[in-house]
């Protein structure tokens, strides 16, 4: 008897450079789900929030379409992005675990919250771009969130932080506290904000004055802006 194919909530799929991070310029396939517990001020896909957003793809349609970017140019992994991957997870394991045996690695973009899912997906990622969200972006405090799931993060796993001007110095020593806390040889990316409507970046004196307090007390931490908008692409 076959399974089901519930398929995922998808807002897009398309082959891009990764703009973000340790995997910075890295051909991927991406696959941007829809829905987010969060609602960060410096959002730059906010129409992929909403649950409803986008449509619901079957497991099939979306195998296809990976199938299709890859033989079209050669991709080292799949970007699962959005949104917030893990709030759909019975169908993201499914998928991850198909993008494994197909030959592909699996790129896991996340909020950092979501830790009993996160336990349930870890071992199916090759790398994680875990976001730690500052109060001053969310309106709320996700501190023991992070921690936790900083804790059973895998080896292949960095931490990226957004930074706007409003940004305040007392979150940022958190953040450095957090790290020590939770492991210290984790490589830490500072990403000032991409200036759009609304959004302002960090002061240039000030993250760098936040890069030199990390490295007191980080093994790697390094400063990586946002470079999509650079590339001019997706």
Not at 1 to 19: A, K
Request: hydrophobic share 40%; aromatic share 8%; proline share 6%.
């Amino acid at each position: 008897m076959s399974r089901p194919d519930p398929g995922l909530r998808i807002v897009e799929v398309f082959s891009s450079l990764q703009g973000e991070g340790l995997c910075l310029g890295q051909r991927q396939i991406f696959v941007r789900l829809a829905g987010c517990a969060l609602a960060c001020d410096y959002c730059d896909q906010p129409e992929a929030q909403a649950r409803s957003a986008g449509e619901r793809w079957g497991f099939k349609r979306l195998q296809d379409e990976i199938k299709k970017l890859q033989a079209e140019q050669r991709h080292a992994a799949v970007s699962w992005t959005g949104g917030e991957p893990l709030l759909q997870l019975p169908g993201l394991l499914r998928m991850l675990a198909w993008t494994k045996d197909f030959g592909l690695a699996n790129h896991l973009e996340t909020n950092g919250t979501l830790v009993a899912a996160f336990r349930k997906a870890a071992h199916l990622c090759d790398t994680v771009s875990a976001d730690i969200k500052l109060p001053s972006s969310t309106g709320k405090a996700t501190w023991s969130e992070h921690l936790e799931f900083l804790r059973v993060a895998p080896e292949k796993t960095f931490v990226k932080v957004v930074l706007t001007k409003g940004t305040a110095d007392a979150e940022w020593r958190q953040t450095i506290r957090l790290l020590v806390e939770a492991s210290p040889d984790m490589p830490l990316v500072l990403q000032p904000a991409t200036a759009r409507a609304g959004i302002e970046p960090i002061e240039p004196e000030r993250c760098l004055r936040f890069l030199r307090q990390a490295r007191a007390y980080l093994k790697d931490v390094r400063l990586i802006p946002q470079w999509h908008p650079i590339w001019g692409v997706r």
